[in-house]
């Protein structure tokens, strides 16, 4: 996998208008801001073989900060194709750079949508622990392991889960 930076991406995007980008982000995500001429394909519901582009095509993939996009390059390696490129620091370092992009109807990112569900799951953990019954505690300690896993692994299941949710999607 290849990484170049928006800068990078938008210099070799407009030299060669056909090299897709693709943003990998949920559609609610997508719809609040883009890169300019991004198509959106979200991670959860990626799928090598749908996609409308050639193996062999250059493909420059985009998420909110990296981590998504490199997910999606690896994925798409995986099926075959030979030149997925991750752009590095996602619509964020897009934004931040002043390059073209698309606004629409604001929408919560989806990394801080799991911030809150994971701080909330672990506040109610706490409470019920203290108030109710000890038991309560367990929940709290299971949503900071998984937070740990999450961490470790690069992967987080919640953020997958709450992806899948009908505000997220399009």
């Keep these: 996998m290849k990484n170049l930076s928006v800068v990078e991406s938008h210099r070799e995007r407009r030299a060669k208008p056909s090299i897709p980008l693709i943003d990998v982000r949920t559609p609610a995500e997508f719809r609040s801001v883009h890169a300019e001429g991004a198509l959106n394909h979200p991670l959860e519901s990626l799928e090598a073989e749908a996609l409308p582009f050639e193996k062999s095509e250059t493909l420059h993939l985009i998420c909110q900060s990296g981590g998504r996009s490199a997910k999606a390059c690896q994925l798409l390696e995986a099926a075959g194709y030979e030149a997925v490129v991750n752009i590095e620091g996602g619509t964020a370092a897009w934004q931040a750079a ?56 690069d992967t987080c299941a919640m953020g997958m889960l709450i992806a899948k949710m009908p505000w997220n999607r399009g």
């Design 98 to 153: 002043r390059l073209p992009v698309a606004e629409g109807k604001k929408a919560m990112s989806l990394e801080r949508q799991v911030r809150i569900a994971a701080g909330s799951l672990i506040v109610v953990g706490a409470a019920v622990g203290c108030f109710v019954h000890p038991g309560g505690y367990g929940l709290s300690a299971f949503v900071g392991a998984g937070l740990v896993f999450a961490g470790l692994t």
